[in-house]
């Protein structure tokens, strides 16, 4: 039988990626950072001044990556050919990037195995886009995290003050739209709810809250 996972998707800024660490650190499972995957692809892709639109050389860099993820301290980090690229990752450049590379059927296809290589004993915690439809659709818990465009924004621009960068909220707010409307409307495994996913809004509610909310179906189904 293979190790349980718990899908966590739903759009940038929805705190996916918060509640996922928490989970995989309370359950002593595994995490996959799916976006990291995408934000590494393109990142690869814009150091080697490949052109966004190029999808035979965007596939064949997505399967011939060289990363690695690395826990330390708590923090996740990721390695691109053996550098340190966990700060680059997040640039706002990448992060367009990526959902322009997400958008390839190829690029997809290159990263799908590598995904599931993280399904582990005892367990996986996965957050992304497809985790619970195209992914892992076995999985026995799916959460489905969602919040205001306008939340979102602001939680960005908070993440960015605390690391002493000045965004508007209005830019911010566009480029959310943006990703969001890119990462809906694609072909392949578009952002939507898995049919057994259960959705949870975190507009206004903490990240305890949420958290505990989900602990209560993981020990439901798990
Ligand atoms: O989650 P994060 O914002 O880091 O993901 C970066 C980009 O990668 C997203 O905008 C999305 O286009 C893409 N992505 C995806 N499928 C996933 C995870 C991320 O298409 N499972």
């Avoid at 290589?117 to 957050?127: H, K, T, Y």
């Avoid at 992304?128 to 960005?156: C, Q, W, Y």
């Avoid at 809906?184 to 990240?207: C, F, H, K, Q, Y």
């Amino acid at each position: 039988k293979l190790p349980p996972v718990i899908t966590i998707d739903g759009p940038s800024g929805s705190g996916k990626g918060t509640i996922a660490r928490l989970l995989a650190d309370k359950l002593n499972f595994s995490l996959l950072d799916s976006g990291a995957l995408y934000r590494l692809t393109a990142l690869s892709a814009l150091n080697r001044e490949v052109d966004l639109t190029d999808e035979a050389t965007l596939t064949e860099i997505a399967a011939n990556l060289d990363i690695r993820f690395d826990l330390r301290d708590g923090e996740v980090s990721a390695l691109l050919e053996g550098q340190d690229v966990s700060r680059d990752i997040r640039m706002e450049r990448v992060s367009m990037a990526a959902s322009k590379v997400a958008a390839m059927p190829g690029v997809r296809a290159a990263l799908l195995q590598r995904q599931r290589d993280f399904r582990q004993a005892p367990g996986l915690v996965a957050d992304g886009r497809d985790m619970g439809t195209t992914v892992f659709p076995d999985a026995p818990v799916k959460i489905f995290l969602t919040a205001s465009a306008e939340e979102r924004a602001r939680r960005r621009s908070e993440q960015l003050r605390e690391k002493g960068v000045s965004v508007s909220l209005r830019d911010l707010l566009e480029d959310i739209r943006a990703r969001d409307a890119r990462d809906m409307n694609r072909a392949t495994s578009p952002l939507a709810p898995a049919e057994d996913a259960v959705e949870l809004d975190s507009t206004g509610v903490d990240i305890d809250g949420v958290l505990q909310i989900v602990l209560q179906l993981v020990r439901d189904r798990i």
